[in-house]
């Protein structure tokens, strides 16, 4: 079982529609949780941290957390064609030292 | 420019020679780390230093790589004798607290990246 799984798409949503983004993870010690975005050929950018259990808003994002599930999802509403790009779960946390464990990432295809 | 540097952004290296990537972390921040990431591969974690210290090595392969982060100057990263199988995207990323606090402190942060080729 990989340490952070995602789906790896790709996920094709229309322009306007909600993207939603799912991720796993299987150190039940992980307390810190990240959501970034990747344009190819470009580095990751931080898009939201989430630390507690439940959802945290941040603009057209929201993240999802609920750790007994070990599960972390991102909802992006009104999705814009610029939101295509592959996105990133991370998950650190004390069982895992001072790792960062990143998943391989979901494409997603935002369509005009 | 407030933000992380990472330079070169590209470098050619010839089987058998040495690469140095350097990182500039962003101002305030003490923490650096380090991850390689293969063409449509994710990032791999390599290994995170403090000022002065390697704090988890556990993602560095166990020869021909090192790193360092000293008192003054940027953190360097070190490959030796590079092989064909060196050939990706090294990224850095700083972050303000500790890696393991349950904190905004630990959000990490990205330079452009080093793209090396080793031909």
């Known amino acids: 079982q990989k340490e952070v799984e995602q789906n790896s798409g790709p996920l094709s949503v229309p322009e306007g529609a909600i993207a939603s983004l799912n991720c796993t993870y299987s150190?039940?010690?992980?307390?810190?949780f990240f959501w970034y975005r990747q344009y190819s050929g470009k580095s990751p950018e931080l898009i939201m941290s989430?630390?507690?259990?439940g959802d945290k808003e941040d603009g057209r994002f929201t993240a999802q957390l609920n750790k007994a599930s070990q599960y972390v999802s991102l909802l992006i509403r009104d999705s814009q064609p610029s939101d295509s790009a592959t996105y990133l779960c991370a998950v650190n946390g004390p069982t895992g030292g001072f790792k960062t464990i990143f998943g391989a990432g979901t494409r997603l295809f935002v369509k005009a | 420019n407030a933000g992380v540097m990472q330079n070169p952004r590209h470098l050619v290296r010839r089987r058998g020679q040495e690469a140095r990537l350097r990182c500039s972390p962003m101002k305030g921040h003490s923490h650096v780390y380090w991850y390689r990431q293969l063409p449509e591969e994710g990032l791999k974690f390599m290994v995170y230093?403090?000022?002065?210290?390697?704090?988890?090595e556990s993602g560095m392969p166990k020869e021909r790589f090192s790193a360092e982060f000293p008192k003054e100057g940027p953190s360097i990263l070190r490959i030796q004798q590079v092989v064909r199988g060196d050939s990706a995207a090294y990224f850095c990323?700083?972050?303000?607290?500790?890696?393991?606090?349950?904190?905004?402190?630990?959000?990490?942060?990205f330079g452009p990246g080093t793209r090396l080729t080793v031909l």
């Open positions: 150190d039940r010690g992980s307390q810190s």
């Open positions: 989430i630390y507690s259990n």
């Open positions: 990323a700083s972050s303000r607290g500790q890696g393991r606090t349950k904190s905004l402190n630990n959000e990490q942060f």
């Open positions: 230093l403090q000022k002065e210290n390697i704090i988890d």
